[in-house]
């Protein structure tokens, strides 16, 4: 799956946390419909088995609505159902060794927090960076926040793309205009909301505000 800026306008990042009576593969198709352009899959509490299963399922979908697909932190899970790639985290597996696993083809993302993260992951072939959390958020309690300044620092510092992450809304997004960002990186702002279908095309009309702003 080809990489580029627009399809990471509105990445949707899952979070079972709020299932109801529908799937999780039902609520991220909804997302998708209603305007997501990109999925990441995170699941930190799943056995191989299910977590393989579940991954298949959202590979399916997100190959019949043509977007990219990546696991959250499991290069293995990522390799077995075919991902187009993986996102990892500071504390995760290095980026190095990241891309040698996944090989050249398949799609990197890494999560900075500061320019010199940021520099070290582009050049370790990194794909696109993930910047946060620029907001606190109840689904990382413990992630420190990114101020506006370090954010433009990071995209002024790097070549390649950078998508926002952490605490965004509606309320929010517009804050993050003219930052350099090509997107933003979403979990509760659409999972957990009632209306998932309203959520999300709230949110992707404000993200095409904010990055031609």
């Given at each position: 799956m080809k990489?580029?800026?627009?399809?990471l306008l509105l990445y949707a990042v899952t979070d079972r946390m709020w299932l109801g009576r529908n799937s999780l593969t039902e609520q991220t198709e909804t997302a998708i419909k209603a305007g997501v352009t990109f999925v990441q899959l995170r699941?930190?509490?799943?056995?191989f088995e299910s977590f393989l299963k579940q991954a298949k399922e959202i590979k399916?979908?997100?190959?019949?609505?043509?977007i990219p697909f990546v696991?959250?932190?499991?290069?293995?899970?990522?390799?077995?159902?075919?991902?187009?790639?993986v996102h990892v985290g500071q504390e995760d597996m290095a980026a190095?060794?990241?891309?040698?696993r996944i090989g050249d083809d398949k799609i990197m993302g890494v999560s900075v927090c500061t320019q010199a993260q940021a520099i070290l992951a582009e050049k370790n072939g990194a794909d696109y960076l993930g910047v946060g959390a620029m907001f606190?958020?109840?689904t990382k309690a413990d992630a420190d926040t990114v101020t506006y300044e370090i954010l433009r620092e990071i995209c002024a510092g790097v070549t390649i793309p950078v998508v926002a992450i952490g605490g965004?809304?509606?309320k929010n997004i517009l804050t993050l205009r003219r930052s350099g960002i090509v997107g933003v990186a979403v979990v509760s702002a659409i999972f957990a909301q009632p209306d998932?279908?309203?959520?999300?095309a709230e949110l992707q009309q404000l993200a095409v505000i904010m990055v031609n702003a």
């Open positions: 990489l580029d800026n627009t399809s699941e930190k509490n799943l056995d399916t979908l997100t190959d019949a609505y043509h696991i959250n932190d499991n290069v293995e899970i990522a390799l077995a159902c075919g991902a187009d790639g190095g060794d990241v891309r040698k606190t958020t109840s965004i809304d509606q998932i279908a309203a959520a999300t």
